[in-house]
């Protein structure tokens, strides 16, 4: 079953149980799957890994929407766009290991021969490519390449 078709199920259920919060998240997610669908042009579908990146930009989005809500001192607004991320967070697969990260980064670095942090850009390209369609986080894998290549 592809995500598209799963949302579209838990959707249904979340009518049908009345949860408010799941149906609003799901709502949110069909209608920005669809606009990148419509992004794509006609007769195009979504494989997995472009609706993982959907997913993934839905919830980056909502966490910076939380930390700003925070530092504006709108902590109810906060814990509803947390509660959103929960429930999207169902939907991408498990986290990558911070260790598994390293080791990509390693092997990048090997690969593309890389000493210094100006060749950050081609090490990022290689360790992200080894992680398409799964969830690894930029932010990290980031921080991992600058420590490897300043250290």
């Not at 419509?38 to 930009?57: C, H, I, N, Q, R």
């Not at 809500?69 to 990558?96: N, S, W």
Request: net charge positive.
């Amino acid at each position: 079953m592809t995500l598209v078709d799963k949302v579209q199920k838990d959707l249904v259920a979340a009518m049908k149980a009345k949860d408010a919060l799941r149906l609003g998240c799901l709502r949110m997610l069909k209608t920005a799957l669809h606009n990148r669908k419509v992004e794509k042009g006609v007769g195009s579908e979504l494989d997995e890994a472009e609706a993982m990146t959907v997913v993934k930009s839905l919830v980056k989005q909502r966490r910076e929407a939380a930390v700003e809500f925070r530092k504006g001192g709108a902590d109810d607004r906060a814990q509803q766009e947390e509660k959103e991320i929960t429930v999207l967070d169902a939907y991408l697969p498990a986290a990558v290991s911070e260790d598994a990260i390293r080791e990509a980064v390693e092997a990048a670095v090997k690969e593309t021969g890389a000493v210094t942090v100006k060749d950050m850009g081609k090490v990022m390209k290689a360790v992200m490519g080894r992680f398409a369609g799964q969830n690894v986080d930029g932010k990290q894998v980031s921080q991992l390449v600058r420590q490897r290549l300043s250290g």
